[in-house]
């Protein structure tokens, strides 16, 4: 899909780019979200809203409707954040989509300079960004850069870094025909359905801070207490699924130093389970790929002993500003759109 001129030799109409907010009982943030995105300097945007069966006495609701006919609001019964993505793909009409939660903000050039990353690409790619976190207030935490990664690295890096924001992806929208949401997931989604669409198609790198990624005690990454077991399994089959061969196609690295990075990552992060089943996988390639008795993996291994979650400088933002983090459970995942 490319942007060509039209059969009378003028240049073809710009692209329509959908905007899908997910929303559930959303009213604090919801305006400043959609602010963002009809402030686009992109000249076709089409925003819509939907509405996860808020229970908040209609204040979410109320937010979007002062938009009029500026804006497309949906409505439906609570089914979680992946239900309502899909429900939003479903009934856009532009040819691509982006992603913006209802507490982020899109900053004025985003998608323009998506766009213009594609031009110069020559063809369609999926387009992230970099992003800056901040509080409440939108005061900056901090900014994360990503990198630039040939397309047979991409699955490597989600695997072990899982720095991608949704909030920065664009996507052609025909590239969804056939993928949904995993509606049986309420954290990790997004993960789930980059990592599927990098088996087929480029991502490409915008080197510029262009969403503002709120940070909050509302948050289903912090207070759904099913974040930590969605999140060892979806590591646990990206580690199933790079086997050895797209590793060493990636990196020059022996995959047994990959896999062991990966597990000193997890454990910082507190996925447990993950970490262990990564140290398993680099002990049993150390033994054949020469790395069992390097240096790094010494230095690895005991970086592997006293890892902690505690050690992150998030982690300790969050429980300074937020309060403790829930506590893991085994009970059923529950429906959630609160990103």
């Known amino acids: 899909m490319t942007h060509s001129t039209d059969e009378g030799g003028g240049q073809a109409p710009p692209a329509r780019i959908s905007v899908v907010i997910p929303v559930w009982n959303g009213a604090d943030f919801l305006a400043e979200a959609i602010d963002s995105a009809l402030a686009q300097t992109w000249p076709d945007v089409e925003v819509i809203v939907v509405d996860d069966g808020s229970t908040d006495d209609g204040a979410t609701v109320a937010v979007a409707e002062r938009y009029c006919d500026r804006i497309r609001l949906l409505r439906r019964p609570h089914g979680g954040v992946s239900a309502v993505l899909n429900a939003g793909i479903d009934a856009m009409s532009g040819a691509y989509f982006a992603w913006l939660s209802h507490d982020d903000v899109f900053l004025p050039d985003k998608l323009a300079v998506q766009m213009a990353a594609i031009r110069r690409h020559g063809s369609d790619a999926i387009v992230y960004t970099d992003y800056e976190l901040v509080d409440a207030g939108l005061r900056r935490i901090k ?197």
């Open 143 to 339: 900014v994360k850069r990503l990198p630039d990664l040939a397309p047979g690295a991409f699955r490597l890096w989600l695997m072990t870094h899982s720095a991608l924001h949704g909030g920065t992806i664009l996507v052609p929208r025909a590239w969804l025909e056939g993928e949904r949401f995993d509606e049986r997931l309420a954290t990790t989604q997004d993960y789930d359905m980059w990592f599927r669409l990098a088996r087929r198609y480029p991502f490409l790198h915008v080197p510029e801070v262009l969403l503002r990624y709120r940070i909050h005690g509302r948050q289903e990454s912090w207070t759904n207490p099913r974040r930590i077991e969605e999140g060892n399994r979806l590591l646990i089959g990206f580690l199933d699924a790079v086997g050895p061969a797209e590793v060493r196609a990636a990196t020059t690295d022996p995959p047994s130093l990959v896999h062991l990075r990966a597990a000193l990552r997890y454990r910082v992060r507190g996925y447990r389970l993950a970490a262990e089943h990564a140290r398993s996988l680099a002990a049993t390639e150390a033994r054949t790929d020469g790395s069992r008795w390097s240096p790094r993996r010494w230095a690895l291994l005991a970086a592997y002993r006293v890892a902690h979650p505690a050690l992150r400088p998030m982690a300790w933002w969050k429980r300074r500003h937020l309060g403790p983090e829930p506590m893991a459970t085994l009970t059923p995942a529950q429906p959630s759109s609160e990103r």
